[in-house]
């Protein structure tokens, strides 16, 4: 039950954190200028949701769930080496 719950931590961790890259990708000025805040769609180049939306996307999704892995991993270690010392000292 653990191991499913620490699991589904993962995918929320990990979509949370691609929603967020994106939105903040969306707000930035840069991205505006590129996606239309021009005159009459003037400076709008779609070619930057190919180039720069997945790297993002990958980014927000990948980097929470790396730290989120790391942290249950030493929650783990920390849990494993405590049951080992319990057993050791009956």
Known sequence: ???R??????CAVSAAGALTAVSL???SDRTRIHLGDGFEQ????LGVLFTELPP???AGAALPLLAHAAIAGLLHDRRDR???RDRRDK
């Open 1 to 3: 039950m653990a191991r």
């Open 42 to 45: 003037q400076g709008m180049d």
């Open 82 to 84: 405590r049951e080992r």
């Open 5 to 10: 719950a620490v699991g589904c931590g993962g």
């Open 25 to 27: 990708w969306l707000s």
């Open 56 to 58: 993002v996307f990958l």
